[in-house]
């Protein structure tokens, strides 16, 4: 089956500019997450989806983050204006229900703020 | 908050030569969970532990709950190359359900 498809692979923008990244889980896929990755650091969470509804978003920075999940598949999460401490790689990872352990992860979009 | 600390983090290592790490936590755990992050690529599981007491193997790796059920052991018997990468535990987060937090990492590489 196909994994989890994230796109672009690579962003670089200024400071203050916006930047959006998609995701498309592994389909039949309910519970969705964003995590950010900062260079030499473990992955973390930003935001969870149950179908398109939030279950968790208490470590996303309201003021610049956002993301939504129409129609409960896909996803974007984007960030208005960038810092430049947004600098990192962006992962989505998606399972089946939520209280299943076994995420999959995409391959991440790392983004560079200059 | 809760913080997963690992060690080493990172080593190098001679092909054949077997790798132990650990991860330690400020919180006792039920749940561990090993994944592996290659370059370029999102985290991979390789081990989850539910048991404490057990040793959980996935081909020449074993993960294990520490005797205070605060930390956790990775072992990868006899390395090869593409062992190579950073090794992530992750725990769930008192604050959520089925939301899990990741530790620091272990940077692996081996030398042929």
């Known amino acids: 089956e196909a994994g989890v498809a994230q796109s672009p692979?690579?962003?670089?923008?200024?400071?203050?500019?916006?930047?959006?990244f998609w995701c498309n889980p592994i389909s039949g896929h309910a519970t969705?997450?964003?995590y950010q990755q900062i260079l030499g650091q473990g992955p973390k969470l930003?935001?969870?989806?149950?179908?398109?509804?939030?279950?968790?978003?208490?470590?996303?920075?309201?003021d610049r983050f956002s993301a939504e999940r129409l129609k409960g598949v896909d996803s974007t999460l984007k960030i208005q204006p960038a810092k430049l401490e947004d600098?990192?790689?962006y992962l989505c990872a998606s399972t089946t229900i939520a209280g299943t352990?076994?995420?999959?992860?995409?391959?991440?979009?790392?983004?560079?703020v200059t | 908050g809760q913080q997963l600390n690992q060690s080493p983090q990172s080593m190098f290592i001679q092909e054949g030569e077997d790798v132990s790490m650990n991860c330690t936590s400020s919180s006792i755990?039920?749940?561990?969970?090993?994944?592996?992050?290659e370059p370029g690529e999102g985290p991979v599981l390789l081990i989850a532990l539910y048991k404490a007491g057990e040793l959980t193997s996935n081909g020449r790796?074993?993960?294990q709950f520490g005797i205070t059920r605060k930390d956790s052991f990775l072992n990868i018997s006899a390395s090869i190359p593409s062992d190579v990468g950073i090794y992530f535990c992750a725990g769930p987060d008192w604050g959520g359900t089925y939301k899990y937090i990741f530790g620091t990492g272990t940077r692996?590489?081996?030398l042929a």
């Open chain 1, 87 to 89: 600098s990192a790689v």
């Open chain 1, 9 to 20: 692979r690579y962003k670089i923008i200024e400071k203050r500019q916006s930047v959006a």
């Open chain 1, 46 to 62: 930003l935001i969870q989806f149950q179908n398109n509804g939030v279950v968790d978003d208490s470590q996303l920075p309201k």
């Open chain 2, 29 to 37: 755990f039920n749940t561990w969970l090993w994944y592996k992050q």
């Open chain 1, 32 to 34: 969705l997450y964003w």
């Open chain 1, 101 to 112: 352990y076994e995420q999959y992860f995409g391959p991440g979009t790392r983004l560079t």
């Open chain 2, 61 to 63: 790796l074993t993960a």
């Open chain 2, 108 to 110: 692996l590489k081996v």
